[in-house]
């Protein structure tokens, strides 16, 4: 029997790079990337682009997709408001868009900056208040999900932190050095 086929964006940042190692031991794989790739097997692609992303989900007809691409640069969000809203709701526009052509579930990584923090410990059902760019970006990244694509389901993470080949996180930084 053939092992399904998942397709992973972002397979360049940290948690696609994880999300590739773990799932390549029951499925097969591609990765997707935009900056320079991590996996040999790596295909570039611009979520920003329609018709690439299209043309991709259409050649290779996965049976899943783990978006994990996005502008996670809080600070960059707020100067480059543009590219921000590109990647990270058009970017996912993109794929809900051409997860439903194929008819293939969506896995959308979000994050918990949709909320405004004063509460903590929040539940799906709380109300959604982000108080940055980037936060805004994301929610509006879900609504492309839910609007676009039928069968999908959003994880919205917290910090994510761990060791990457060649790039910063806060983990790694100055600022936490003295931990």
Known sequence: ??????????????????AV??????YEVTPLHHAKPLHDNSLEVDI???????GIFRKLQP??????????????????????WNVNVEGTRNV????????????H????????????????EDKLNPISYYGLTK???EKQAIQHCKNYAILR??????????????ARTDTYSSF
């Open 96 to 107: 809900a868009e051409a997860c439903a052509e194929v008819s293939v579930k969506l896995i």
């Open 48 to 54: 920003a682009n329609k018709e690439q992303v299209l």
């Open 139 to 141: 929610l509006e990244g």
């Open 21 to 26: 190692e773990l799932a390549s031991r029951n």
């Open 63 to 84: 049976d899943a997709v783990i978006h994990a691409s996005a502008e996670i640069d809080v600070d960059k969000c707020e100067t480059q408001k543009e590219h921000a």
């Open 157 to 170: 993470t917290s910090v994510i932190y761990g060791w990457h080949p060649w790039k910063q996180n806060f």
């Open 1 to 18: 029997m053939a092992r399904k086929r998942l397709l992973i964006t972002g397979a360049n940042g940290l948690l696609g790079n994880k």
């Open 109 to 124: 990584i979000s994050t918990d900056y949709v909320f405004d923090g004063e509460k903590g410990y929040y539940k799906e």
